[in-house]
T-cell receptor, first 116, second 114 residues
Framework: DGGITQSPKYLFRKEGQNVTLSCEQN?????MYWYRQDPGQGLRLIYY???????QKGDIAEGYSVSREKKESFPLTVTSAQKNPTAFYLC???????????????FGPGTRLLVL | AQSVTQLDSQVPVFEEAPVELRCNYS??????LFWYVQYPNQGLQLLLK??????LVKGINGFEAEFNKSQTSFHLRKPSVHISDTAEYFC????????????FGSGTRLLVRP
């Protein structure tokens, strides 16, 4: 079955620690995205990548970093510089990153990050 | 700047009753419009989308939405809801010239009661 997988489902971070959230897709999509979701709020874009080896900052990139070395993988690192990391993190992908007409973004099941 | 407003944070409704979830957007350029559903502790699933053409859009699970350009609205409707429709619903918009970027509303929790 094609889809997007995120791991782990729950992640605990200690103060001053960097943690990495995994996102893998087997849909052969070029574009991938990371969103943050806080209670009572919509999703906010952290980073996006329209092609391998290229990525751009979204609206709330501070305290986060990404890499895109493979088409199917787009890991997100929450660094110690992110002072309020507790949230639900969602990864998404789309066929061509909106370069043509709007493609649907497909979402993974999410990772909930909690600070100890 | 674009923005999306979902005025109702929660909508309680009895099973088999009709429901409308409201969405208004602000944009100075043409947009694409979307409704997504999120079940507890899960990712988002696309219900329907408006790109162009007919202003009445039909989606999955019996939902439909109507694009009203003059009122800048894209309200979601279902004539008869089920318990299983209980979930969070998000309206989202993107510009035609930067269509990779989705702007989300704050969400509406639909609570269907027996």
């Amino acid at each position: 079955d094609g889809g997007i997988t995120q791991s782990p489902k729950y992640l605990f971070r200690k103060e001053g620690q960097n943690v990495t959230l995994s996102c893998e897709q087997n849909l052969n999509h070029d574009a991938m995205y990371w969103y943050r979701q806080d209670p009572g709020q919509g999703l906010r874009l952290i980073y996006y990548s329209q092609i391998v080896n290229d990525f751009q900052k979204g609206d709330i990139a501070e305290g986060y970093s990404v890499s895109r070395e493979k088409k199917e993988s787009f890991p997100l690192t929450v660094t110690s510089a992110q002072k309020n990391p507790t949230a639900f993190y969602l990864c998404a992908s789309s066929l061509a990153g909106g370069t043509l007409i709007q493609e649907t973004q497909y979402f993974g099941p999410g990772t909930r990050l909690l600070v100890l | 700047a674009q923005s999306v407003t979902q005025l109702d944070s929660q909508v309680p409704v009895f099973e088999e009753a009709p429901v409308e979830l409201r969405c208004n957007y602000s944009s100075s350029v043409s947009v694409y419009l979307f409704w997504y559903v999120q079940y507890p502790n899960q990712g988002l699933q696309l219900l329907l989308k408006y790109l162009s053409g007919s202003t009445l859009v039909k989606g999955i699970n019996g939902f439909e939405a109507e694009f009203n350009k003059s009122q800048t609205s894209f309200h979601l409707r279902k004539p008869s809801v089920h318990i299983s429709d209980t979930a969070e619903y998000f309206c989202a918009v993107s510009h035609m010239d930067s269509s990779y970027k989705l702007i989300f509303g704050s969400g509406t929790r639909l609570l269907v009661r027996p």
